[in-house]
């Protein structure tokens, strides 16, 4: 697996890029699980990046992914100090991931929610509200419509909005729009901070934070005006 862009590499599986540096949302992931007596769960680990710095803060790590070369390249960078501390999974999130209720202190969900449908969103976060104990948080980051390769679509996605759609950011074929990426599912699913922060109340969670950011490692090629992905934190 080849550097693709600074602080990135391209996935096995054609799921976008997985980063191979902390961003804002990911080091404040692993500087919380560092005072997390109950294991935190990273799924869509990646190369397992957040998962391995979360390791050498002291955490026990859950590390789940779709793309068993993935975790195989974890297992490998993982220092055999912190192997015991680690459990692998390869699973697909939410419908094959299992975990007991109130056994998590935090759970990362970095560049995934945006692969899934309004329904699948909802079952995971439901998920996650589950298996956090209380006070337990969850860390999200996700791509938004305010993406160079994405500006075609912007216009319909602040139009369904304005028509109050219920997933306004679901598009189940980026080719409709004239879009085809290489390194990404013709099906995304993008957000804004108002259209997220909704949902997490919805199922229960008090959220700390929500707003975009700008990820120095971003691929400069795709970014466009600072509002390329946002993150939220939230807590049970």
């Keep these: 697996m080849s550097e693709a862009y600074e602080g990135f590499q391209q996935t096995h599986n054609n799921m976008g890029l997985t980063a191979v540096r902390l961003d804002r949302l990911t080091a404040s992931f692993v500087d919380y699980a560092a005072s997390c007596q109950a294991p935190v769960f990273d799924i869509g680990t990646g190369v397992g990046t957040a998962a391995i710095a979360a390791l050498e803060k002291g955490a026990t790590v859950i590390a789940s992914d779709i ?7 974890l297992r490998q960078q993982v220092p055999p100090q912190y192997s015991d501390q680690l459990t692998l999974r390869l699973e697909k999130f939410p419908t094959e991931t299992q975990q ?18 309004g329904p699948q969103i909802l079952v995971g976060l439901k998920q996650a509200y589950t298996w956090l104990r209380p006070g337990g948080k969850l860390f999200l980051s996700i791509s938004t419509p305010y993406q160079n390769a994405f500006q075609p679509l912007i216009p319909s996605f602040e139009q369904r909005i304005k028509q109050g759609e219920a997933w306004p950011g679901y598009f189940p074929d980026l080719r409709d729009y004239g879009i085809h990426i290489e390194t990404l599912p013709i099906q995304m699913h993008l957000f804004t901070p108002p259209l997220i922060t909704p949902l997490l109340t919805q199922v229960g969670f008090q959220v700390d934070n929500s707003d975009y950011y700008q990820d120095v490692y971003f691929p400069v090629p795709a970014r466009l005006d600072g509002r390329e992905t946002l993150f939220a934190i939230a807590t049970k």
């Design 100 to 117: 007991p209720a109130a056994s998590l202190d935090a759970i990362l969900l970095a560049r995934v929610i945006h692969f899934l449908t």
């Design 67 to 73: 793309c068993a070369d993935h975790l195989a390249l």
